[in-house]
């Protein structure tokens, strides 16, 4: 199994920045993707950005250019470093853990349980 704990949530304000971090443990040899996810009061849980274990990266579109995802192997750890924060950005942060599977998509192994961030003014 695998686990994962965020953290590094908090307040901030507009066009302040933040670096989450997610530490994975277990059995951490079959994670090959992980991601990052956030979820906005009233509203569905939608991808930021996601590497790959061969550090690919992905970001949603409303976060390019200010969000970058990247990983620390040695560590287990996945870090979201987030710029210029709107307050739109105002969300519950969730860490995931992936497996491809041999088709080519991934599917997912665990979530995190969260980490708050709140961009207010």
């Known amino acids: 199994q695998v686990q994962l704990v965020e953290s590094g949530g908090g307040l901030v304000q507009p066009g302040g920045s933040l670096r989450l971090s997610c530490a994975a443990s277990?059995?951490?040899?079959?994670?090959?993707?992980m991601g990052w996810y956030r979820q906005a009061p009233g509203k569905q849980r939608e991808l930021v950005a996601t590497v790959t274990s061969g550090g690919s990266t992905n970001y949603a579109d409303s976060v390019k250019g200010r969000f970058s995802i990247s990983r620390d192997n040695a560590k287990n750890t996945v870090y979201l470093q987030m710029n210029s924060l709107k307050p739109e950005d105002t969300a519950d942060y969730y860490c995931?853990?992936?497996?491809?599977?041999?088709?080519?998509?991934?599917?997912?192994?665990?979530w995190g349980r969260g980490t708050l961030v709140t961009v207010f003014s």
């Open positions: 995931n853990a992936e497996k491809r599977h041999y088709s080519g998509t991934y599917y997912i192994i665990t």
């Open positions: 277990g059995s951490i040899f079959s994670i090959d993707r």
